[in-house]
């Protein structure tokens, strides 16, 4: 079985200041891992994806994510925070053969607030 | 261009009633997947179909049923609604490795 878990689900940082959003995952079988993000009353947005080629993958918005094997994690970066990154962002693993035949699993998720 | 569309946008039901939530893609996605969003919880799985003609049970499958239709839609249906199906509903499609792409939801509410 797989599942994601994203530690702290609420993060508070500065404008300026670095973002380090944390997602750990189990998983059978090599996976695929997503970063999305939520604005307020939208949809989900594709920030970035690991899919076993690099292991540092940048993504939109100045974000990238590092995909540590040993670690079973994938936790979310940006070096300087902007007011419009207030938002709430999903960790989110997909198998990739066998039993869970591709099943798409999120963490709980985290707030982050960017303070001026 | 319109990538997954979901159908209605918002929905009020009485406890009992029944509605179907319909979601269409344009992509030739092989896989789809309907999830709920509640806060604090995430979004979890109800059902997801790996292909036309599949479906399985997610997290949270009690009270729903879907239907594949064809491999374009993915049908949701509440048979009796109880207010903890109160929610926005998402549906989801993808490829085998590609990124899932979302619809942008369905705000139920059950009284």
């Known amino acids: 079985a797989q599942s994601v878990t994203q530690l702290g689900s609420h993060v508070s940082v500065s404008e300026g200041a670095l973002v380090l959003l944390r997602c750990n995952y189990s998983s059978s079988v090599p996976p695929y891992l997503f970063w999305y993000v939520q604005y307020p009353n939208q949809g989900l947005q594709l920030l970035l994806k690991y899919t076993s080629a690099a292991t540092l993958v940048k993504g939109i918005n100045g974000f990238e994510a590092e995909f540590k094997k040993s670690e079973t994690s994938f936790h979310l970066t940006k070096p300087s925070a902007h007011m419009s990154d207030a938002a709430e962002y999903f960790c989110?693993?997909?198998?990739?053969?066998?039993?869970?035949?591709?099943?798409?699993?999120f963490g709980k998720g985290t707030l982050l607030t960017v303070n001026p | 261009n319109a990538g997954v569309t979901q159908t209605p946008k918002f929905q009020v039901l009485k406890t009992g009633q029944s509605m179907t939530l319909q979601c269409a893609q344009d992509?030739?996605?092989?896989?789809m997947y309907w999830y709920r969003q509640d806060p604090g919880m995430g979004l979890r799985l109800i059902y997801y179909s790996a292909s036309e003609g599949t479906t399985d049970k997610g997290e949270v499958p009690n009270g729903y049923n879907v239907s594949r239709l064809n491999k374009r839609e993915f049908s949701l249906r509440l048979e009796s609604a109880a207010p903890s199906q109160t929610s926005v509903y998402f549906c989801a499609s993808s490829n085998e490795q590609g990124s899932p792409l979302f619809g942008s939801g369905t705000r139920l509410t059950v009284v």
């Open positions: 992509m030739n996605h092989n896989s």
């Open positions: 989110a693993v997909k198998s990739t053969r066998g039993g869970s035949n591709y099943k798409l699993t």
